[in-house]
């Protein structure tokens, strides 16, 4: 059965898009059939960039057009998923995605007005192991969507105060979604990323992260991933750091939490 996973934190900065790209390689090269999703509405689609698509021909944009239209989006399909090199399917985002909200705003019907991603990956998910949904950094409609959208959520940070703030928000907000549109949905847990392991306040601060949420209940991932330079460079390369530096440590770590994950299944 398909598992879909929506990546999340309203704060940017916090590797985020790479977590999505990450697992997305690292569950592929495991054998899994994985789709990547790129719903960041903030005009700046990091993750179809990432991956060499800064340009799509169609994108999300038009699926969610048909659907707000009540159109079947079957055929369109084919002419918006890409394959990636590594294997990962792409459903790419561009620079209109922004301009949905508008749309989705002229819905009168509020639970479609929410539910309209999920229209979408109910439409393909029987053909994947895994979706992954890497949202904007923001809380919004478009991030409703996302939610309404998800079996679970992943929410990264960094072990800084400036990236948790937006943490506590996002629970509320996932805990409404699970109330009002979505009951299956459960908050996975929580990855500590960016880890400078030189400085004892990236440290203190992530061991502090990982004892205070576990102690509300959350599970905090084991795994932390380490900041690293090659982490960044593999974005102009438009491959996943698993392919650019597969031996490196953030490579392993990030393989390392794939490993987690599906062990805590």
């Not at 053909?127 to 950094?137: I, Q, R």
């Amino acid at each position: 059965m398909c598992k879909v996973i929506a990546i999340a934190n309203q704060k940017g900065g916090v590797a985020k898009t790479t977590t999505a790209i990450s697992m997305g390689a690292g569950l592929t090269e495991r054998g899994f059939k994985v789709l990547l999703v790129d719903v960041d509405d903030s005009g700046n689609p990091s993750l179809s960039k990432g991956l060499g698509i800064a340009e799509p021909e169609k994108s999300l944009t038009d699926l969610m057009l048909f659907r707000i239209l009540q159109r079947d989006i079957i055929e369109e399909l084919q002419s918006v998923i890409v394959r990636h090199q590594e294997g990962m399917d792409i459903i790419p985002a561009d620079h209109t995605l922004p301009g949905i909200t508008d749309a989705l705003n002229g819905v009168q019907d509020e639970g479609r007005k929410r539910g309209i991603l999920r229209e979408i990956v109910d439409r393909v998910k029987d053909d994947y192991d895994y979706v992954l949904l890497d949202a904007a950094p923001a809380l919004n409609l478009m991030s409703m969507n996302v939610l309404t959208a998800a079996d679970e959520v992943i929410i990264t940070t960094q072990p800084q105060g400036a990236s948790e703030e937006g943490i506590l928000e996002l629970l509320q907000v996932a805990m409404q979604v699970r109330a009002n549109m979505n009951p299956e949905l459960i908050v996975r847990g929580l990855l500590i990323t960016m880890l400078d392991v030189r400085t004892n306040y990236n440290k203190d601060k992530a061991m502090k992260m990982a004892n205070g949420y576990t102690e509300l209940g959350m599970k905090v991932f084991t795994t932390r991933i380490p900041r690293a330079v090659s982490a960044e460079e593999c974005v102009e390369k438009r491959i996943s750091i698993l392919k650019y530096d597969s031996k490196g440590k953030v490579a392993a770590a990030y393989r390392q939490f794939v490993e987690e994950y599906l062990n805590g299944r």
